[in-house]
């Protein structure tokens, strides 16, 4: 997995503002036969587009990262019971060219041999990007209604009406049962690097975030690290976990502290808060 940054910030989702707190992942397939998530970030990067996700994967690997995690998407409409969209963070998977929609959530297979590789990649690619992000904000994917489908969504009372992920899956031998399972063993039974191994990071509640000061030595948790508190792109996303020194702060930054590994990991600029635990 390769998370690139690609914030659209001309979508209103990221010109609000509005963030959530995340209590759990949406799994979203795009439903059009387009395997290039740029094609999709394109089309959001615009004022007046009234939806986006968080991210935008691909069969190969690559995730391109649509919004910061915690800004508030605009992914599954809304049910009887609200929006998923205060809670959920939304992830899209692009689908191959070889199918053809007929109508709704039916379509044919020009191809089934590569559509089924296509498929298996995007959901090994959702299963390792789940798996970083339950780390991230501790999530536990086996969980009621923490890890769940958009489909899944629309039957808990909180999504529109829609066949994804199971449209396509449910024909390739994949159900939600075994990506959740998949994302916990992928956890490595609760913690895990993005870099492949495991590794236990300490957790703290995010309030007690409100105490760190300059000189205090903080675990980075893996993420975006940009150029200043407040730039919209990130430099480069680190996906470390490493122990840093805070050598300076900005509580009114997007992203409030300037981090410098001290353990070799090569940490270095301004981070989001969600991305610390103190020591
Ligand atoms: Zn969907």
Redesign the pocket.
């Known amino acids: 997995m390769n998370i690139k940054q690609n914030i659209v910030t001309k979508n209103p989702c990221y010109t609000c503002g509005r963030t959530i707190a995340v209590k759990g992942l949406m799994i ?1 397939s795009v439903g059009c036969p387009q395997p290039r998530a740029s094609v999709f970030a394109n089309n959001w990067n615009k004022a007046g587009v009234n939806k986006c996700v968080h991210a935008v994967l691909q069969a190969d690997g690559t995730v391109l990262q649509l919004l910061p995690w915690n800004r508030r998407g605009w992914h ?1 409409g809304s049910g009887s019971k609200g929006s998923g969209n205060n809670t959920h963070i939304g992830v899209e998977m692009t689908e191959p060219d070889t199918i053809k929609y007929t109508g709704g959530s039916s379509f044919t297979d020009l191809n089934p041999a590569a559509t089924k590789d296509f498929v298996t990649k995007t959901y090994k690619t959702a299963v390792e990007l789940f798996a970083y992000l339950c780390r991230q904000y501790n999530l536990n994917p086996l969980a009621d209604g923490v890890i769940i489908s ?1 489909s899944e969504g629309h039957k808990r009372g909180i999504a529109s009406n ?1 066949g ?1 992920v199971e449209h396509i899956w449910n024909k390739y031998g994949l159900t939600m049962a075994q990506f959740r399972k998949d994302i916990q063993a992928a956890m490595g039974g609760g913690s895990i690097a993005a870099g492949g191994q495991a590794q236990s990071i300490a957790t703290t509640a995010p309030e007690a975030l409100k105490t760190i000061k300059k000189g205090d030595t903080v675990t980075f948790a893996g993420g975006p690290v940009y150029k200043s508190s407040t730039a919209s792109q990130a430099a480069v996303t680190k996906n470390v976990i490493s122990t840093c020194e805070v050598t300076a702060l900005n509580e009114k930054g997007t992203h409030p502290y300037h981090c410098i590994s001290r353990d070799g990991k090569g940490v270095y600029g301004w981070v989001d808060k969600a991305d610390i635990r103190i020591n």
């Open positions: 979203h599954c958009h829609h994804d």
